[in-house]
């Protein structure tokens, strides 16, 4: 080998150890750049010395065996072996017979160069969260989601390992067209089931093969309708009352399609009325119009059985979206479409030739997780900590602020807290200087709608850890508008805060 030569080496060989630790296994891959003047062992030194000096190699990282290094780079092994005794000497590196070499504890690297880095303080999170936006983080069922990894990995064909299927793993569509024919009254097949990565992307490759306006709900995610108007299709809202959108307004809009939360609508909390769910699909067949069906939070019903989805009604007529944002975690990055036969092909090539956003260790799992029941006691322990929390909001608002109306609470995570004409920012405000983070209704009213604008709280009970919740709900009272009570005074301007969703 030519020492003038600057190379880039990865050290560590499985089969190799130092002498006096037979059967110990090498260290940790190593990246070194033998630059510079010198022999192999000057250049050798100088290279562990930076990494240990900058801080690459932190102190107690174990390194390869001196024989496992010089093989890779090419050296003799009486001078890596050189190298490593003189680094001991100095104090860069410790040895003990039986446990390898590491980078001694004692080698501090140097401060990072901090000149330009801002100043400012990091910006801190809001004491109490009680934005509608996600689920108990810290309710994730870990135990048995490895359970189901370590079973769907070791059952696992080694194709599921190469190039991702658009449609996604056999396997989990499989899983969910039993469980959502089951727990949902969805009628499909494997075939007809599109993995997603949420909501947001089915709702981005549906807009790629629909035409037309799409009518909505007047009340609703922002960002929802701001998909579909970025996908250049006009969006026109429909009045929203105690029994969900007002579909007999659906014929005069000249809509194509029409995008409903029928099983709980967002965020105002009603389900759509049997007579509407008729409506709805009556109106699709007469003008071949789609019923794009969000179920966000179908599972999480509390008083009566929960409402099956209208896909089950004609399935030829209705895309339905599901996911595992708010029933597991947004952050597993997974959700699903039932499609119509003749759409699947075309929804497919949109999503294009390989699967780009939903990993395949996270579909395998959750099939087991679904398949073994491990999903449903998940559902099932989360329904009654989420009624439980619902019903602690209602109770400490009853006793606290009776005079505040409690709304949507049938299902869901979130609730909708009415307040009096024109205190909804008054209130937002005195919520933040109390360090809550909460969503007022105003937001979500579509900028086009008829119906008056409504004041209120979207109020979301499913974020906060079990043992935050109490003071979460006594510091909400403290915001809320009350007559008795002087309103709080500002201390300086606050900044707003918006919740988002899958």
């Known amino acids: 080998m030519d020492d003038s030569w600057v190379n880039s080496w990865r050290a560590g060989r499985p089969d190799r150890c130092e002498e006096g630790s037979a059967g110990s296994k090498s260290g940790s891959d190593l990246h070194l750049e033998l630059t510079g003047e010198g022999g192999a062992r000057v250049r050798l030194i100088r290279a562990l010395r930076e990494a240990i000096r900058s801080g690459r190699l932190a102190s107690g990282t174990r390194l390869p065996p001196y024989r496992a290094l010089a093989l890779d780079l090419g050296i003799a092994r009486n001078t890596a072996a050189a190298a490593y005794s003189e680094l001991i000497e100095e104090g860069w590196l410790t040895a003990r017979q039986g446990s390898g070499t590491h980078v001694a504890r004692r080698a501090v690297p140097l401060e990072p160069d901090r000149r330009g880095l801002s100043a400012r303080p ?44 658009p449609r996604g793993r056999p396997e989990l569509r499989r899983a969910l067209a039993e469980y959502l024919a089951r727990t949902r009254g969805v009628r499909s097949d494997p075939d007809r089931i599109v993995i997603c990565s949420g909501f947001a992307q089915g709702l981005r490759l549906v807009c790629q093969v629909l035409r037309g306006p799409v009518a909505v709900e007047s009340y609703g995610l922002d960002f929802h309708r701001s998909v579909l108007t970025d996908a250049g299709l006009a969006t026109v809202p429909l009045a929203v009352d105690a029994h969900g959108a007002r579909i007999e307004e659906l ?25 509407r769910r008729t409506a709805v699909i009556d109106w699709a067949r007469t003008t071949g119009g789609l019923l794009l069906e969000d179920d966000y939070d179908g599972e999480f019903r509390y008083d009566r059985e929960p409402v099956g989805a209208v896909q089950g009604l004609d399935p030829d007529r209705v895309v339905y979206f599901g996911s595992t944002s708010k029933s597991l975690s947004p952050a ?29 260790t996270d579909q395998l799992t959750l099939a087991d997780f679904i398949a073994s029941g491990a999903y449903d006691r998940h559902l099932r322990r989360m329904r009654r900590i989420y009624r439980r929390r619902r019903d602690m909001l209602t109770a400490v608002l009853a006793e606290r602020a009776p005079h505040i109306t409690v709304s949507g609470i049938a299902a869901g995570l979130h609730a909708v807290l009415e307040l009096p004409p024109g205190t909804e920012q008054a209130t937002l405000r005195a919520a933040r200087r109390l360090g809550i983070a909460l969503d007022g209704l105003g937001p979500y009213l579509h900028p086009g709608s008829t119906m008056p604008p409504r004041d209120g709280l979207v109020i979301g009970y499913g974020t906060p850890p079990e043992h935050a919740i109490t003071a979460a709900l006594e510091a909400l009272c403290l915001a809320l508008p009350d007559p008795r009570r002087p309103p709080l005074r500002s201390a300086g301007r606050i900044p707003q805060v918006r919740s988002g969703r899958k």
């Open 122 to 165: 990091a910006r801190r999170g809001p004491a109490y969260d009680l934005m509608p936006s996600s689920p108990d983080a810290s309710a994730f069922p870990r135990s048995s989601w490895i359970a189901s990894a370590r079973r769907a990995l070791a059952g696992a064909p080694s194709e599921a390992f190469g190039v991702g299927d």
């Open 251 to 275: 014929a005069a809009t000249g809509a194509r399609a029409v995008l409903l939360t029928p099983a709980h609508q967002y965020p105002t909390g009603g389900a759509l009325h049997p007579r």
């Open 332 to 360: 597993l990055r997974l959700g699903w479409m039932v499609l119509p036969g003749r759409l699947v092909d075309d929804i497919v090539a949109a999503k294009g030739p390989r699967e780009l956003w939903s990993g395949v």
